[in-house]
């Protein structure tokens, strides 16, 4: 294996949602989720491996020191989408959805459920974090699930025993339930592991409403909003919020299925919305 593979050992990187999809399947037997892991595509085997042993709480602090401070430059969101686009791969044009397809078949799905606009907006933005890839971040610090770092990882996490590798598990400071944290001390004193949720929700952070963040920032949080682990961690208010959370996540994964939006045709209409909330230029 080269390196660069070893590096990224995805051909594309909406393997992860696509395995992700798969294991979350409508109507799925039990049997067949354990089933569906132990085939799990070696590369995705491959990437989680890296995730969870490079994924370490003080890499962690080092991208939100890295990040949150948005000075990566100003673009308006439409920029940004395409800037994402340009992620492309080299798979099939006529089967594959391109990342602005995505957003959009996703935001399309919230609109015809009558959803308001700010939620349709959200699911148009909610994967523009993917740009830490072209910034040259790698797969393992850009996908995947996301998990606290500093404390104990949860079972229900995909692939938990590739955790062995990682140098906080031989820290038992970090290997308590609650490791460096206070009993529901609420979501946003937790260092997430690092990757798109946490970078599209900053750059959001101050203009949609507080129900987009936690879609945002928790979308990838699959261990929390599927399995109901963590919640030692969470306050009242971040169960409050998870109801918003658990009600993005079908649109996030089961919209694939439906037609390929017409991005052209659509367009005025996103223009508009967007412009309803963000500004023209925003910092990233
Ligand atoms: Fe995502
Ligand atoms: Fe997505």
Same mark, same amino acid.
């Given at each position: 294996m080269s390196t660069l593979q070893q590096q990224? $050992?995805? $051909?594309?990187?909406e393997d992860w949602d696509d395995f992700i999809a798969g294991r979350y399947r409508e109507g799925k037997a039990q049997e067949e989720f354990r089933v569906y892991d132990a085939k799990a595509n070696p590369g995705v085997a491959e990437f989680y491996r890296q995730n969870h042993q490079h994924q370490t709480l003080e890499y962690v602090r080092a991208k939100e020191a890295e990040y949150y401070p948005l000075s990566r430059g100003k673009k308006s969101i439409w920029e940004a989408a395409e800037f994402l686009n340009t992620l492309v791969d080299d798979s099939d044009p006529d089967t594959d959805l391109s990342q602005i397809e995505h957003l959009m078949q996703t935001s399309e799905a919230i609109r015809k459920d009558g959803h308001p606009r700010w939620f349709v907006l959200t699911g148009f933005v909610h /994967? !523009? +974090?993917?740009?830490l890839c072209l910034y040259g971040e790698p797969q393992w610090g850009v996908v995947g699930d996301t998990f606290p770092a500093g404390c104990a990882y949860s079972d229900q996490i995909v692939f938990p025993e590739y955790f062995a590798a990682n140098p906080d598990s031989k820290v038992p400071e970090y290997q308590t339930k609650f490791g460096i944290y206070e009993p529901n001390? +609420? !979501? /946003?004193n937790v260092h997430m592991s690092w990757g798109h949720d946490a970078y599209v929700s900053k750059v959001a952070e101050k203009y949609l409403p507080e129900p987009a963040i936690y879609m945002l920032r928790y979308h990838s949080f699959y261990a929390a909003h599927r399995h109901g682990a963590y919640r030692h961690l969470m306050s009242a208010h971040d169960e409050q919020m998870f109801r918003w959370v658990r009600e993005f996540n079908p649109y996030d994964l089961y919209s694939k299925g439906q037609s390929k939006p017409n991005v052209k045709e659509l367009r005025p209409y996103y223009e508009d919305l967007i412009a309803e909330f963000f500004p023209a230029q925003l910092d990233w």
């Open positions: 990224q $050992p995805m $051909p594309h990187l /994967d !523009l +974090g993917k740009v001390c +609420g !979501l /946003d």
